[in-house]
């Protein structure tokens, strides 16, 4: 994980949003913060949501937007699922894998991760 965060292919927050233009971008959480980020990046980036439920603790207007952008296929989602693993190599993140509860694995191509 430390290889990735001295890169900045993992990221806790966005200070910079144009960073991630023509970048993909997977987004976990289902908080304010991770809401509002997909909504700011899936104009510029490839968003890709992971939540571990169906059910987002943000706001409710941030949701409902978050969910008619997946409706539109402008952010993907990806749950149920929770971070599994990193790929990548020398700080540079190729994928990131999820995984259900149940051990189910989805390997998703990514440049950052917000974490």
Do not use: C, N
Request: charged share 30%; net charge neutral.
């Amino acid at each position: 994980l430390a290889e990735f965060e001295a890169t900045g292919a993992v990221r806790y927050m966005v200070t910079k949003r144009e960073e991630f233009r023509g970048r993909r971008v997977v987004i976990a959480g289902g908080g304010d913060s991770a809401v509002d980020w997909a909504l700011s990046l899936k104009d510029i980036a490839q968003v890709t949501m992971v939540h571990r439920r169906d059910k987002f603790r943000a706001a409710p207007e941030s949701a409902r937007q978050l969910a008619e952008a997946a409706a539109r296929g402008e952010v993907a989602m990806a749950i149920p699922y929770q971070l599994h693993a990193l790929e990548g190599e020398a700080g540079r993140l190729d994928a990131v894998v999820l995984a259900t509860l149940k051990g189910e694995e989805k390997r998703v191509a990514a440049d950052h991760l917000l974490a």
